[in-house]
């Protein structure tokens, strides 16, 4: 049975079943976490075995101090310190050198190692708690839009997990920005909470892995291979102006196709359509990011037969929604 916590009183409870070798849901800054105790294999298996994770796609572990690092990391740049003043607590992974001693299948065999400090009350409560390090990837079955709030977390793992602490819905939206710190130059590895620009008043030059863009280029960051967030029905995004999206539109309504939209304010003001899916203002990114992933799992196969998305511009955390989407969708049309 999976336990229903509300965070205050819950909070004891749930720390003890991370410290029991449990696997717990959590609510973080990004998105929800599944997590377990990242020194113990059997532990972390468990957030394998509830998600359906393919083995070779590595954790991130999140600690509730600095001085934690030390336990699971070692030797890293003055690039991932700079990373840390700047940005911790907060939606930034640093990928640095692994010490060897998180369980292996952490960090699914590579020598480095992905953590993070969340910037959340209750995570934070929780990890100062537990004081140990937890590995904890999103807690959605594998393949499926990550959760912004308790219920999508029942939704998918009721049954498969000790328990979840609700902590209301999550503040961004989209997962932290991973970026490889060991070299001088950081790397942005998957794009994120923490945005390009923010990452470029801090250092002079900032990377992006070219397989971000390059579909033929190998992803350094694993989990970036797969296919992701996926909504149940097929998903596809209409590039060009609010007019090319109208058209498109009354297309597929021609063919007989029930259709439901993922749009901004701004978009849906000007169709007249039953199934919409408002994501904030495309003025306004950050709110398209808070929506993005509970609107696409707001379309079941009983409801539509497509969705249809609108982009969004591919600056601050809009590189993140696009990112997100564009692993999501069938096709760009
Ligand atoms: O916001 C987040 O980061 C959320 C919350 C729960 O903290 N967590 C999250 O975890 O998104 P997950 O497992 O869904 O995504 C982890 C990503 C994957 O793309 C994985 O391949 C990458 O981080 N990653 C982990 N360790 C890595 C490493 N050593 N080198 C490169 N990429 C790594
Ligand atoms: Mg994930």
Redesign the pocket.
């Given at each position: 049975m999976t336990r229903l916590w509300k965070q205050e009183d819950g909070m004891r409870e749930a720390a003890e079943a991370l410290s029991a070798g449990e696997a717990v849901a959590f609510p973080?800054?990004?998105?929800?976490?599944?997590?377990a105790d990242a020194t113990r294999e059997e532990a972390v298996q468990k957030i394998f075995d509830a998600k359906g994770?393919p083995a070779d796609?590595?954790?991130?572990?999140?600690i509730g101090e600095r001085e934690e690092l030390a336990t699971i990391a070692a030797d890293w740049t003055e690039t991932a310190e700079k990373c840390m003043d700047a940005f911790w607590p907060g939606?930034l992974?640093i990928?640095?050198p692994?010490n060897g001693k998180a369980a292996k299948n952490?960090?699914?065999g590579?020598?480095?190692?992905?953590v993070?400090m969340?910037d959340h009350p209750t995570?934070l409560k929780l990890l100062r708690e537990v004081k140990l390090p937890i590995a904890?990837?999103?807690?959605?079955s594998s393949g499926k839009p990550?959760p912004t709030s308790a219920e999508h977390v029942y939704q998918d793992l009721n049954g498969k997990i000790a328990g979840i602490v609700d902590g209301g819905r999550t503040g961004?939206g989209?997962?932290?920005?991973?970026v490889?710190c060991t070299a001088e130059i950081p790397v942005i590895?998957?794009p994120?909470?923490v945005t390009k620009e923010q990452l470029e008043e801090v250092f002079e030059e900032v990377r992006v892995d070219p397989a971000l863009s390059d579909e033929e280029e190998k992803?350094?960051?694993?989990?970036?291979k797969?296919r992701?967030y996926a909504p149940e029905v097929p998903l596809l995004l209409v590039e060009g102006d609010d007019e090319r999206f109208v058209e498109k539109l009354s297309f597929y309504q021609q063919e007989g196709k029930r259709v439901g939209v993922i749009a901004s304010r701004e978009l849906a003001e000007k169709l007249d359509h039953p199934r919409m899916a408002v994501c904030g203002s495309r003025t306004d990114l950050s709110e398209v990011a808070v929506e993005l992933y509970g609107a696409l799992r707001s379309y079941k196969q009983s409801d539509v037969d497509v969705i249809l998305a609108e982009t969004f511009e591919e600056t601050e955390v809009g590189a993140a929604v696009m990112n997100r989407l564009k692993k999501a969708a069938d096709r760009i049309i």
């Open positions: 973080t800054e990004t998105v929800y976490g599944l997590g994770r796609n590595p954790l991130i572990v999140h939606p992974t990928i640095v692994s952490v960090t699914a590579l020598q480095t190692i992905g993070r969340p995570a904890a990837p999103s807690a959605n990550s961004v989209v997962e932290s920005t991973v490889d590895l998957r994120g909470g992803p350094k960051s694993p989990g970036m797969y992701h």
